[in-house]
């Protein structure tokens, strides 16, 4: 009896065994798969949601190689450090999925951190208080369960590693993927590995050092075209660029952005119409995508490329000269329209416009519509006001940085017909201001808040038109870059449209030797990168050789080829 009892409670003891073994492989394996889903999962577009991939994560390998080799402190790490290093790693891998998605490109972390302010006071004005709280709840909550998960996986795999038998298997199976990982550097592989979370911080770490180091990368700038031009065939017109913020060639290439603005365009039309004018039209690369819209701007006014934050800062620092420089050489006063600049802008130093009228010169005292308060027809309207019905003045270059179609794209101001009532102190109708202010942006969904914005723009350029129907003024309207990805879809071009009005025949006609179109269709492809514009531009400006007779003329009727290839808007 007593041999039969030792028998039975020695296979009770192997059943349990097996059983903890069972529980314990599947525990791990859980962990593992946590783990791995933690920093391999990709982006929702367009939205900030997640969803799970089929791929391998190498950190995690790593992460099982580190536990294996230092067996006898796997639980000190797996309770102290290696939780923390977690968080970091899942919160890089979330934006490192999530910008581009959201964005349209990588979020560099020394540059745009600097932007975080506003763009929390400006999404404060967009969204309501309760949606605010609950995303700074959601936050401290996610970091909360990322960490408490990763320690309780990181302590299943510790506790795996104090038996020798699961610890040669996991450290042989993740040194297997690391090698695979390494091999794919070089070749084609066939498991799927997630892009490293390390390699991100790694790039981050270059903007960082790129700046701040001992050794800090001064970027090679391209030569300085020469913008040294005459001006002479403008005969003393205004010239004024309008950076319209946002505008991109998916206004006309995505069909639900261009069918919602389809009316907006044909309005602008028929203003170019009544008003004896024309219009030309082409597409340019931008330098950017989605945001950073004073690359796009000194691209354009330098005529040098400006790709990132580290050629700004060096270009702004060479004293270079640019078409201001060329303007104010030739008697121009030279002015900036900036309703969306709040605090000082030492970038104007080297631009040295002769005046500046950011948000406080505006003098804006009407409803506020979202953190870009100023709308863009008061702009305009407080520009003719205070320079351009002056009894006698200078011709003036003005550049002008729309505001109303910055993301999120509102609430935005209603359009009044009635110019002359904007500068007042009800410049809008209590009704029309109420539904303005009621129509909130969606933030998970930008596309029909940016259409309206854009339809505003539209209406703005086109009564900006009308209010000057005998005037000889040179009008540049130009998008410095796509809106968001979240606006534009995945994979979407640089292109922007750029629209020269005007009615002296010269200039239009060498831009469209240049590229141009007439009517207010864009074509593809893009006729050249945005710095070129500005060499372009000037030439366009010069008298026209034939003589200097039709140098002085200012009204043109298309030639017939030109007709013929006139586009509907």
Same mark, same amino acid.
């Given at each position: ?16 065994s ?8 599947? !525990? ?5 798969a ?21 791929a ?72 309501p ?10 936050v401290?909550?996610a ?12 302590? /299943? ?7 020798r ?63 040294? *031009? ?6 003393g017109a ?15 290439e ?12 044909? #309005?602008?039309a ?7 004018? /024309? ?34 800062? %060096? ?17 121009? *006063? ?19 416009? #002769?005046?500046?009228?950011?948000r ?76 303005a ?8 969904n930008?596309?029909? %808040? ?9 209406a703005?350029?086109?009564g900006?038109l009308? /209010?000057?129907?005998? #005037?000889?003024?040179?009008?540049? !309207?130009i ?46 492809p ?11 531009l000037? #030439? !366009? ?5 034939? %003589?200097?007779? %039709?140098? *002085?003329?200012t ?11 006139? /586009?509907?808007?």
């Open positions: 009896m007593r041999l039969v009892a030792r028998i039975s409670h020695s296979l009770c003891l192997a059943e349990r097996r059983a903890r073994g069972v529980r314990t492989f599947l !525990a791990t394996c859980a962990a593992l946590l783990l791995n889903s933690s920093l391999t999962f990709e982006n929702v577009w367009p939205t900030p949601k997640i969803r799970w991939a089929n391998l994560s190498v950190e995690l390998a790593v992460a099982v190689l580190v536990l294996a080799v230092a067996h006898r402190w796997a639980t000190g790490l797996s309770r102290r450090l290696l939780p923390i290093v977690w968080v970091v790693l899942v919160a890089g891998h979330y934006l490192d999925v999530t910008a581009p998605g959201l964005y349209g490109r990588e979020f560099n972390l020394y540059w745009d951190s600097q932007h975080l302010g506003n763009v929390a006071a400006m999404l404060a004005r967009a969204a208080v309760w949606l605010i709280a609950l995303a700074g709840a959601v401290v909550a970091v909360w369960v990322v960490y408490a998960l990763s320690r309780l996986a990181l302590g /299943q795999l510790a506790a795996a590693m104090s038996s038998g699961p610890r040669l298997v996991l450290a042989s199976a993740t040194s297997v993927l690391v090698l695979v990982f390494a091999a794919q550097q070089l070749s084609d592989a066939a498991l799927s590995f997630a892009d490293p979370v390390t390699r991100a911080y790694v790039r981050q770490a270059r903007h960082v050092l790129g700046m701040l180091g001992p050794g800090a990368v001064q970027p090679s700038l391209g030569v300085s075209p020469d913008l040294n *031009r005459s001006l002479a065939g403008l005969e205004d010239v004024l660029i309008v950076f319209v913020e946002s505008y991109g060639g998916v206004t006309f995505t069909p639900a952005i261009a069918d919602g603005l389809v009316a907006g365009r044909s #309005d602008l028929a203003a170019v119409e009544e008003t004896g004018r /024309q219009v030309v039209t082409a597409y340019v690369e931008s330098p950017t995508f989605g945001g950073s819209s004073w690359l796009a701007h000194l691209s354009l006014i330098s005529g040098v490329d400006v790709r990132d934050q580290y050629a700004y800062t %060096s270009l702004m620092a060479s004293g270079r000269e640019t078409i201001i420089t060329n303007f104010a050489r030739r008697g121009y *006063r030279t002015v900036a329209l900036m309703p969306g600049m709040r605090q000082a802008w030492p970038e104007g130093a080297f631009y040295r416009f #002769d005046q500046i009228y950011g406080a010169l505006l003098e804006y005292k009407g409803p506020e519509f979202g953190w870009w308060s100023v709308p863009d027809q008061y702009a305009l309207a407080k520009l003719d006001a205070v320079e351009r019905t002056t009894p006698t003045r200078r011709p003036l270059f003005v550049v002008f940085p729309t505001s109303t179609t910055h993301a999120p794209f509102g609430p935005v101001a209603p359009y009044q017909p009635d110019w002359s009532r904007v500068l007042g102190r009800e410049p809008f109708e209590p009704a029309d201001v109420a539904r202010l009621a129509v909130r942006p969606d933030l998970t930008l596309r029909p %808040s940016y259409v309206r914005a854009m339809a505003y723009e539209y703005t350029i086109a900006y009308r /209010q000057h129907p005998r #005037d000889n003024m040179v009008l540049i !309207a998008g410095d870059h796509q809106p968001p990805a979240a606006v534009t879809g995945r994979g979407a071009s640089w292109s922007v449209p750029v629209h020269v009005f005007g009615r002296r025949g010269h200039v239009l006609d060498r831009l469209i030797e240049g590229g141009f179109r007439l009517g207010l269709q864009p074509h593809r893009p006729i050249a990168e945005m710095h070129a514009l500005a060499p372009m000037l #030439d !366009a400006f010069e008298p026209s050789p034939a %003589s200097a007779a %039709s140098s *002085r003329q009204e043109w009727q298309p030639r017939a080829a030109d007709r013929q290839g006139e /586009q509907a808007p």
